[in-house]
């Protein structure tokens, strides 16, 4: 492509801003001027892409209308306050937070399972990425999904901690340390209980059914992306003492009847998977060993359900930062340019 775009990355000292940085130059996004955006504390700060230095700016006092295309990673407050400037100044804006995902003028989009949403980004000029959790799932699902429909889906999340970003990194490796010197006094601040050697049953604050936000987000965001308001979804998210990369433990109940075979077929076939299910010590895929920093979703112990006719299993791992975050916003990025600006 010999167009070129100007970007901008709003949050780009976070951990997923420094891998969307880290993508646009594996990726070679054709960049005119890049523009890395974050708080004051960070401006005059060096990001390094496609072999040029860019200067961190401002977001606060940045013109909008300099660029085509937004990439956030700040946070909802942030996402609330500036996404909307960068709109109407002309740009687009794909946001990687919670804050439009359930608006229904703004397309919510995993390529891989819904790219023809992306049309729809003229109403607002934003596009919305959704959960790391939601969109592995969503990328091993789908295919099943079209091949013979589900009813249900059951699904218990193990999530790394940098999803709860640089800081919640930082505790689990302090706590370990710590522990691990035969120190018990260990601080805790990111997370309600300690982290290291331990698991959290909770992501995101409780709503009033007894759910966590996390959970209901990845109800929220399947019925909206396959279109389908009559799948039903019974997640349990949980934190687990993990660096990178989310794991899930998901049971399926189809429309008909497949077998493990035919569900492995599919998988191998599908883009963005990997099938990773040799029956044997070590024969799948787990967060640390193979996702991290792989575009894939993997997909292994793949069994038909013992106690249902029409149910199968699946373990599915995929990098949070990377194939959660970072890389689905630029994957959208490269289906905008190519087929609508």
């Not at 010197?181 to 601080?187: A, F, K, R």
Request: hydrophobic share 40%; net charge negative; glycine share 6%.
């Amino acid at each position: 492509m010999s167009k070129k775009f100007d970007v901008c990355v709003v949050g780009v000292t976070g951990a997923v801003g420094e891998t969307i940085i880290s993508i646009l130059e594996q990726r070679n996004f054709p960049i005119n001027n890049l523009y890395p955006l974050a708080s004051a504390n960070s401006t005059g700060k060096k990001v390094f892409c496609q072999s040029k230095s860019w200067t961190v700016q401002d977001l606060s006092t940045f013109d909008f209308s300099k660029v085509q295309i937004g990439l956030f990673s700040a946070g909802g407050s942030i996402s609330e306050k500036y996404a909307p400037i960068a709109a109407e100044s002309g740009c687009v804006v794909i946001d990687n937070t919670a804050h439009f995902r359930r608006d229904k003028d703004i397309p919510l989009v995993v390529p891989e399972v819904n790219a023809h949403a992306i049309a729809d980004y003229t109403k607002r000029n934003i596009i919305a990425n959704p959960n790391c959790s939601t969109i592995q799932m969503l990328v091993a699902l789908k295919p099943i999904y079209d091949m013979v429909g589900i009813k249900r889906i059951n699904v218990a999340t193990y999530q790394a901690v940098s999803g709860s970003g640089k800081k919640a990194i930082s505790e689990l490796i302090d706590q370990t340390t710590k522990l691990l010197s035969g120190n018990t006094e260990v601080d805790v601040e990111v997370y309600p209980k300690q982290i290291a050697f331990n698991i959290i049953p909770h992501i995101d604050v409780f709503q009033d059914n007894g759910y966590t936000k996390e959970e209901m987000k990845m109800v929220w965001e399947t019925q909206k992306i396959f279109e389908d308001e009559d799948i039903l979804i019974n997640p349990t998210a949980v934190r687990v003492p993990v660096i990178y990369g989310h794991s899930e433990a998901i049971n399926i109940e189809t429309v008909r009847k497949i077998t493990a075979a035919e569900a492995t077929n599919i998988l191998s076939k599908a883009n963005g998977v990997t099938v990773m299910d040799n029956r044997e010590d070590g024969g799948y895929a787990t967060p640390f060993v193979e996702a991290t920093n792989h575009d894939d979703t993997f997909v292994s112990r793949i069994r038909e359900d013992i106690s249902c006719e029409k149910s199968l299993n699946l373990w599915v791992v995929s990098d949070n930062i990377r194939k959660g975050a970072a890389l689905n916003t630029v994957q959208i990025a490269e289906i905008l340019i190519e087929e609508y600006l």
